[in-house]
């Protein structure tokens, strides 16, 4: 069987988690229809070559560029799955991701499914699961063309968790005619909302943005969340784009989704209803988040929080 | 300035999703269709540099059905000078690979500084046809494009990435997909709509030939497990805590 090949991302000399997941997806696959798994960093990296491994690679490629370049990782992408008889390339559907899978579909004469949530093999191939209209329904397709691409989005997947270790081969590097020449307000510390293990999310209930430092506390109280903000909240100007989360903002699928003062508007929910567990608190009863809520709390955001947070740390101390 | 600007036609987000008798598409009742939101900034981004050069023109594509020519309207009526509508009944329910390869065609051999795109149609969420149409024309894309500057034949960009934001740079002739924050989009003024109904509106049938991807079945998101409200105001906390801990332990 022809082999797989997981295109990973590198950022700041570490493969991000989503891109472990999406080994782990290879691996699966792997197992069932034979093959390798092949994992191709299109960056220079020293890579943990147990930690790729274990999530499931058999051989880690390096192809050494000094910057990213979307183009010239693409085409590295494509003769390496060329030379090796690739027939399905995974990438995590992160920005990067996403920007990568219709290049390398290009460049392999294939089609692609992009933000799979699942995968599976059976007698006629491939069936990819992917969510359309931003969560509002999902779709099951399969690629027509010999060769395939699709992204993985971010807590879908899991690495495979076995003790491995792979080998590693260097390889040359495409130039591209675009590349990233700086990076610029790198948040420490917080997750990015796409890939965070959990949100604490905010909208209007919170009254104004003099409120967000008691989500700020709440996040700070849970170890690997990120922050996330509601359509009527960024368009008036009181959080960042990037937080937003929604159809026309970020889709997410943490364990767990707190939405804090957000009434639940259906481009909202479309983004954030595939979360494991959501926690909501409303002043409104008959918000419409509370029907998608795993556990809700009626009552007014900004006395509601402090006690949450003081909670919080009251049981991490303890 | 040549800029292209390739735009669909696609149900509003307000859009409640209805699964269709064939089992693997959107019921189009009552559906109101738009402009693809991230096409507008797309358009918006174009407007401006034509209007900052001060030459050239912009050219919007799309690949639709007969309906798809009021959103090409609505882009003359903002600004655009020309259109060109791709025509095929295929192409609404289209994946991104054959949607990219139709409109790849189309733009090869035109001359172009710069195409734009929306960075994905909020109807199927493919994020892919940008890039993938570039890497056919062989130009270079950035793609979720925030900032955009475009001088001595480079384009100086700014995408926001998970944790910050890269600058990336490229030459032109080059295709950029434009995210929300790029700009504001103007609304057609009444004198736009009645301009727009005299500029060219062309029409080009075209064969999508056979899909790179086959829809197998469409339907529902999986259905969420019942919840319940645990208590009101701050006295609810405690248990709260609890459930989270005990119960979903996600804590």
Not at chain 1, 30 to 50: C, H, I, K, M, S
Not at chain 1, 71 to 78: E, K, L, N
Request: net charge negative; hydrophobic share 45%.
């Amino acid at each position: 069987m022809a082999d797989i090949l997981v295109v990973l991302e590198v950022r700041d000399g570490k493969v991000r988690p989503a891109s472990l997941q999406a080994l782990g997806a290879a691996r699966g696959l792997a197992d069932a229809r034979g093959g390798r798994v092949l994992a191709l960093a299109t960056e220079a990296v020293e890579p943990d070559l147990e930690a790729l491994g274990g999530a499931g690679a058999d051989e880690v490629l390096v192809a050494g560029a000094e910057a990213h370049s979307p183009d010239g990782a693409a085409a590295t992408a494509v003769r390496v799955a060329g030379e090796e008889g690739a027939d399905l390339v995974l990438l995590a559907a992160t920005i990067r991701g996403r920007d990568l899978c219709g290049r390398i579909a290009a460049g392999l004469e294939a089609g692609f499914a992009p933000d799979c949530t699942a995968l599976e093999a059976d007698g006629e191939g491939l069936l990819f699961e992917r969510p359309v209209y931003a969560g509002k329904a999902r779709m099951q397709v399969r690629i027509r063309t010999p060769k395939a691409v699709a992204s993985l989005r971010p807590n879908f997947f899991q690495p495979a968790g076995r003790s491995h270790s792979a080998t590693r081969r260097d390889v040359p590097a495409e130039e591209g005619k675009a590349r990233v020449v700086e990076m610029k307000g790198r948040q420490e510390g917080r997750p990015d909302v796409a890939e965070a293990r959990i949100i604490v999310s905010g909208g209007r209930g919170l009254g104004g943005p003099e409120n967000w430092p008691l989500l700020e506390a709440l996040a700070d109280a849970l170890p690997g969340a990120a922050l996330g903000a509601s359509r009527a909240v960024v368009d008036a100007g009181w959080r960042p784009h990037s937080e937003q989360v929604g159809q026309t903002g970020k889709t997410v699928s943490p364990e767990l989704y707190i939405a804090v003062g957000i009434s639940g508007a259906i481009q909202h929910l479309a983004g954030m209803s595939t979360s494991k567990v959501i926690v909501a608190i409303n002043k409104d009863a008959e918000a419409p988040i509370f029907q998608h809520a795993t556990y809700g709390v009626v009552g007014d955001a900004l006395e509601i929080l402090p006690k949450l947070t003081e909670a919080l740390k009251a049981a991490q101390a303890g | 300035m040549e800029i292209l600007v390739c735009v669909k036609r696609v149900p509003a987000t307000t859009t409640r999703v209805t699964v269709g008798p064939d089992g693997k598409s959107l019921d189009p009742t009552g559906v109101e269709y738009v402009l693809n939101p991230y096409d507008e900034f797309a358009v918006e981004e174009a407007l401006r540099l034509k209007e900052a050069a001060g030459e050239g023109s912009v050219t919007a594509f799309s690949f639709g059905g007969a309906e798809a020519q009021k959103e090409l309207r609505t882009v003359l009526a903002m600004g655009a000078d020309a259109a060109v509508l791709l025509q095929s009944e295929a192409a609404a329910a289209a994946d991104g690979a054959t949607t990219a390869r139709v409109l790849a065609e189309a733009l090869r051999g035109r001359s172009f500084d710069l195409i734009l795109f929306g960075k994905q149609a909020v109807d199927l969420d493919q994020h892919g046809v940008g890039p993938m149409v570039a890497t056919l024309l062989g130009i270079p894309c950035i793609s979720e494009v925030v900032a955009l500057e475009v001088a001595d034949g480079k384009v100086t960009a700014e995408r926001e990435v998970e944790g910050g934001r890269e600058v990336v740079e490229a030459p032109l002739p080059c295709a950029v997909t434009a995210q929300k924050g790029l700009n504001e989009p103007r609304y057609a003024s009444l004198k736009g709509i009645m301009a727009a109904k005299k500029k060219p509106l062309e029409v080009v049938e075209v064969d999508p030939g056979e899909a790179a991807v086959e829809v197998v079945s469409m339907s529902p998101p999986p259905p969420r497990p019942p919840g319940r409200i645990v208590g009101e105001g701050p006295d609810a906390v405690p248990e709260l805590l609890r459930l989270l801990q005990e119960e979903a332990k996600v804590l």
